[in-house]
T-cell receptor, first 114, second 112 residues
Framework: DAKTTQPTSMDCAEGRAANLPCNHS???????VYWYRQIHSQGPQYIIH???NNETNEMASLIITEDRKSSTLILPHATLRDTAVYYC???????????????FGKGTHLIIQP | EPEVTQTPSHQVTQMGQEVILRCVPI?????FYWYRQILGQKVEFLVS????????KSEIFDDQFSVERPDGSNFTLKIRSTKLEDSAMYFC??????????FGPGTRLTVL
């Protein structure tokens, strides 16, 4: 799996958009960008993933640069409950054989300020 | 919305004892996983399980660990002889075909 680089921590004001960057300059053509988050020692929670097109769901938007070497997770209207560690993971799509354990880095600790 | 559940939420054991951590994956899921997170450290992959056999395991998953799907609903992680360094949060995850992994709330294991 390609290596990712994320800032250690970020602050964002409640109600504003939180933009979390991730660098993955060694990403391969068949690797997806996945985002998970972990709220205070709870189990990691899936947020969104994409290959090359921008993606949006009810939780967030994912913007992937044209060269795919970096991406940004956007939480459009951050709330206090979005305070968590956010993980950017680059890997091939889940394999049919199940050999697809996720490799978590240290992630970005996002703190939403009231 | 269906969820992965894990029991117990907290397990305390003495060093050298056997522990079994239990997970109930989401009902129509076919792939099952265990991860652990030592306090203050990264989430680490332990093992994946599909079609009643291990698909992949990490270096952490040594002979002291085993997994089993004893029936149609449970997925267990057994540690045969616990060590102090096994103290961690243990997360179970599951997924269905062509989908992402969904994690349970975790079991906190404390080895004394």
């Amino acid at each position: 799996d390609a290596k990712t680089t994320q800032p250690t921590s970020m602050d964002c004001a409640e109600g504003r958009a939180a933009n979390l960057p991730c660098n993955h300059s060694t990403i391969s053509g068949n690797e997806y960008v996945y985002w998970y988050r972990q709220i205070h020692s709870q189990g990691p929670q899936y947020i969104i993933h994409g290959l090359k097109n921008n993606e949006t769901n009810e939780m967030a938007s994912l913007i992937i640069t044209e060269d795919r070497k970096s991406s940004t997770l956007i939480l459009p209207h951050a709330t206090l409950r979005d305070t968590a560690v956010y993980y950017c993971i680059v890997r091939v799509a889940h394999s049919g054989g199940g050999a697809d354990g996720l490799t978590f880095g240290k992630g970005t600790h996002l703190i939403i300020q009231p | 919305e269906p969820e992965v559940t894990q029991t117990p939420s907290h397990q305390v054991t003495q060093m050298g004892q056997e522990v079994i951590l239990r997970c109930v994956p989401i009902s129509n899921h076919l792939y099952f996983y265990w991860y652990r997170q030592i306090l203050g450290q990264k989430v680490e992959f332990l093992v994946s399980f599909y079609n009643n056999e291990i698909s992949e395991k990490s270096e952490i998953f040594d002979d002291q660990f085993s997994v089993e799907r004893p029936d149609g609903s449970n997925f267990t992680l057994k540690i045969r002889s616990t060590k102090l360094e096994d103290s961690a949060m243990y997360f179970c995850a599951s997924r269905k075909e062509s989908d992402t992994q969904y994690f349970g709330p975790g079991t906190r294991l404390t080895v004394l």
